[in-house]
Nanobody, 127 residues
Framework: QVQLVESGGGLVQPGGSLRLSCAAS????????MGWFRQAPGKERDFVLA????????YSADSVKGRFTISRDNAKNTVYLQMNSLNPEDTAVYYC????????????????????WGQGTQVTVSS
């Protein structure tokens, strides 16, 4: 069974930065493409960023381009979400997701393509 555990959330002021981590309990992390999604209060869960199995390809939602980046360390079974220039509209529960049902170079953006999900971590941007 795949377990994903997010960490690094918290309260940050507008303009600040946070780095989220997602640790995966899997045998071969490089078998999984990874993604980050978020759900703001009263809204549906939305795609944020995705990275391919080897880390060479990423895809970003327009709302976070130039501010957020995704990276992975396959030796540590961990994917990261670096968030800069945060604003109150970034307040949400952030989820990581994993799928082993794609090719090596594919970054997956659709929620329905991810069978494995973490519990989420709260990010609040407020002064």
């Amino acid at each position: 069974q795949v377990q994903l555990v997010e960490s690094g959330g918290g309260l940050v002021q507008p303009g600040g930065s946070l780095r989220l981590s997602c640790a995966a309990s899997v045998r071969t992390f490089s078998n999984y493409a990874m993604g980050w999604f978020r759900q703001a209060p009263g809204k549906e869960r939305d795609f944020v960023l995705a990275v391919s199995r080897d880390g060479s390809n990423t895809y970003s939602a327009d709302s976070v381009k130039g501010r957020f980046t995704i990276s992975r360390d396959n030796a540590k079974n961990t994917v990261y979400l670096q968030m800069n220039s945060l604003n109150p509209e970034d307040t949400a529960v952030y989820y990581c997701a994993a799928t082993d049902r794609v090719g090596y170079l594919t970054a997956v953006t659709r929620q329905r393509d991810y069978p494995y999900w973490g519990q989420g971590t709260q990010v609040t941007v407020s002064s």
